[in-house]
């Protein structure tokens, strides 16, 4: 059994050499392994960098960020991992707090104050046969991440090189679906937990290659899409939602889109009596949108509403809709239908090793999210307070709510603490409301949440519309919309915004920031 991270790295290095792995640099296995322990020797010659000290990674999507993440833990030292949209300020109580000793980091990120700082994408002049690995065990810390860098006082996850490995391991599960050899997309930011899975880890395990692209430009992903023609990308829900109302648009302008709702909704029928030329006529031009060479689409990060996940599924693609946290080291649990090697159709469920349950489901099957297994964390860092409050008889609690469905995949509902309880007693989920308003092409996204009206708790929204959308549209919308469900959870008050919502990395909405901006004037009310 592998005992960390870098022999992970060894072994599939070694039995891949001549592969493609970094697409873009046109950069093998066998050259990326030579790389890492170049700059492993730099971390242990040059900065006396040993097992236990914190390194820090502050940058963009780069190669050297992968191979600095795999140097730092062959040393057995651990990677604090910063996000780069962070102030100054958030950095540097992050690297006091984990006794950062030295930050790996893009010139534009320098920061003064911080530890004895290194150009990430400096050339390394090692020798790459002075290169020892440190003595690392799986249950050894491998990387720091906060869980939060602007409220409150964010915890420190730490995440073990057993969690890595066992991603890893877990990722091969996939293999029916993700072949060796497939380029993965690479625009998410490689320091998020997702980016961590699918842009460092996933590729490697399953012998893919990797597109980084740094810049965060849809008309460079197109260019890429094109140029490159990846098999697996993936994304945060906010841009397949972006996609799926683009693609809905075009349609609907050619004034096809009835016609090839209908089309793909009988395409098994049609392929079973020879008409599946009509089936690929009618979902090619979307398939070249991403090159034409896209097999799986990946989304993580956030809810993706299950109406976008069916939505690409009914097109060809295979979805993998993932839920996870940080904590569960990413996957706690994938909605990915593709068919096993026995012939049966998978639908949903958690990496292997792992378990997930719904607990204390009220009528409706819907209680908090609870993981355990070889993908959760050992604990916060030097908190026991929340440790006690987290854990319960081996059981790591999300505070999340969801559901499973007949076919046991998950329908997240939102955070416990975000669900609204009205004053009858009765529970809204602001998630399934946005989803359902979001229906509505001129909306673009949708933030609700819990507010006092006239002294009731009510659930309101704040959307953002596109360009001269007025209120009294968003009324008659928001009013059909309200018909497909029960009354009380009617969303009667809202605001609109043509402006961006606020967002974390991530590209979840920052409900909190928006009620805030609500209260502050900055949206228009309807009457």
């Given amino acids: ?35 890492v322990k170049q700059r492993a020797v730099l971390l242990a010659q ?9 390194v820090a990674i502050l940058s963009g999507n780069t190669p050297d960020f992968i ?39 893009q010139k534009s990120h320098f920061i003064d104050g911080a530890p004895k700082t290194y150009d990430i994408e400096s050339i390394d002049d090692t020798d790459a046969r002075d290169f020892k690995a440190a003595d690392c065990n799986r249950d050894d810390i491998a990387m720091l991440s906060f869980t939060s860098g602007s409220t409150g006082n964010p915890k420190v996850v730490g995440l073990t090189h057993n969690n890595i490995l066992s991603l890893g391991e877990g990722a091969l599960f996939y293999k029916p679906v993700i072949h060796p050899g497939y380029t993965f997309y690479g625009f998410l930011p490689l320091y998020h937990i997702y980016g961590v899975v699918i842009n460092i880890i996933a590729p490697l395990v399953l012998r893919g290659k990797l597109l980084l692209q740094p810049v965060l430009n849809p008309r460079e992903f197109l260019k890429d899409f094109k140029e490159f023609k990846p098999e697996v990308i993936p994304a945060v829900p906010r841009v397949w ?20 709702r209908v089309i793909v909704s009988l395409r098994r029928v049609l392929r079973a009596i020879g008409m599946g030329w ?13 090159g034409g060479h896209t097999k799986v689409l ?32 990413g996957p706690s649990n994938f909605n990915f239908a593709f068919r096993l090697p026995n012939g049966k159709m998978y639908y ?19 209680g908090e999210i609870w993981v355990r297994g070889n993908l959760v964390m050992p604990g916060y860092v030097g908190n026991d307070d929340a440790n006690a409050a987290a854990f319960e008889d081996g059981w790591f609690k999300t505070g999340d709510l969801g559901m499973l469905d007949k076919k046991g995949r998950l329908v997240v509902k939102g955070r416990q603490k975000q669900v609204i309880v009205l004053d009858s007693g009765k529970n809204v989920y602001p ?41 009294a549209r968003v009324a008659t919308l928001v009013k059909a919309s309200n018909l497909k469900i029960a009354p009380y959870k009617w969303v009667k008050h809202f605001a609109i915004t043509e402006d961006e919502l606020p967002q974390t990395s991530a590209k979840k909405i920052k409900d909190f920031a928006v009620r805030q901006m609500l209260d502050d004037g900055a949206f228009t009310r309807s009457e």
């Fill in 1 to 35: 059994m592998m005992k960390n991270i870098y022999e992970m790295l060894q072994d599939v290095c070694s039995q891949n050499k001549d592969r493609i792995f970094f697409v873009r640099q046109n950069e093998t296995y066998a050259q990326l392994l030579k790389k």
């Fill in 46 to 54: 040059r900065f006396g960098i040993k097992k236990g000290d914190t």
């Fill in 67 to 105: 191979r600095s993440y795999f140097a730092i833990t062959s040393q057995g030292a651990k990677v604090l991992m910063l996000d780069t949209g962070l102030s100054a300020n958030e950095h540097l109580n992050m690297m006091k707090r984990t006794k950062c000793k030295l930050v790996l980091a």
């Fill in 241 to 260: 939602e972006s996609f799926y109302k683009k693609i809905v648009d075009a349609a609907k302008e050619k004034h096809v889109y009835t016609l090839m």
């Fill in 278 to 290: 009509l089936v690929k006529k009618v979902t090619k031009p979307v398939h070249d949108i991403f």
């Fill in 298 to 329: 990946v989304s993580a990060g956030a809810t993706l509403k299950p109406s976008i996940r069916k939505f690409f599924e009914s097109l060809d693609f295979a979805v993998g809709d993932c839920y996870g946290l940080t904590e569960t080291t």
């Fill in 348 to 366: 949903a469920g958690p990496l292997p090793g792992n378990e997930l349950k719904i607990h204390n489901p009220d009528k409706f099957g819907v």
């Fill in 431 to 471: 998630d399934e409301l946005a989803d359902l308003y979001l229906q509505n092409d001129e909306i673009l996204a949708a933030s609700v949440f819990e507010y006092t009206i006239a002294g009731k708790i009510v659930p309101f929204a704040v959307f953002q519309v596109k360009p001269g959308v007025t209120t």
